[in-house]
């Protein structure tokens, strides 16, 4: 087994522990209360019993499956060692590579935060990936995205990205508003895309 998903599963272990006991381990930035507080359950309750995707896996992010309860959660990272820190129905792969994984129009929402521009550089690479969001998003599904409006993670940023033209602008979860600055310090933003409905 190699050493960092040894070193991983040992963490997700204890933090399972903590969870437990009702000791929950996280980040308390600003951010990511918003995305905790708001944003996740807002969305739970839009999506129902529907197919929600979280992209990107950590030891902070391992129990967002659990605002999901009703939800089918599957979880999608590119590093095989994240694997512990993902859902049961856990996928290891990058974003432009969805499609081989989920059908189109399966998925009733998408949450993409910390990726694009952490991993997710290359213009192509953006492109394919948010290509396959879009089609793999039913109509009427949702698209939360989080970025840094900061160099260099904003080298592309959403109003360049040509496939997400395919998507219309919505409202974050919680909020009335397409976009918000959820951590000044580092220009942390939450945007929402919603697919089109298909019209009769």
Known sequence: MPARLKTYRAVAHLLGVLDGLGWR????YGDRQLLEKVILPSLAADVGAGHVLLVGCAWYTRDY??????????????DPAKSPFGSRRH????????????????LDAVICNGVLGWGLNAPDDIEAAFSAVATCLRPGGHLLLG????????????????????????????LDQHSVIALERNQHCYQAFRKPEVRA
């Open 25 to 28: 381990v996280g980040y308390r």
């Open 65 to 78: 499956p659990e605002f999901f309860a009703r939800a089918r959660v599957s979880t999608l990272d590119v």
């Open 91 to 106: 996928v290891v792969a990058d974003m432009t590579s969805m499609e081989r994984h989920f059908a189109p129009a399966s």
């Open 147 to 174: 970025w840094n409006d900061i160099p260099p993670y904003n080298a592309v940023p959403p109003e360049a990205v040509t496939a997400l033209e395919a998507l219309h602008p919505g409202t974050i979860p919680g």
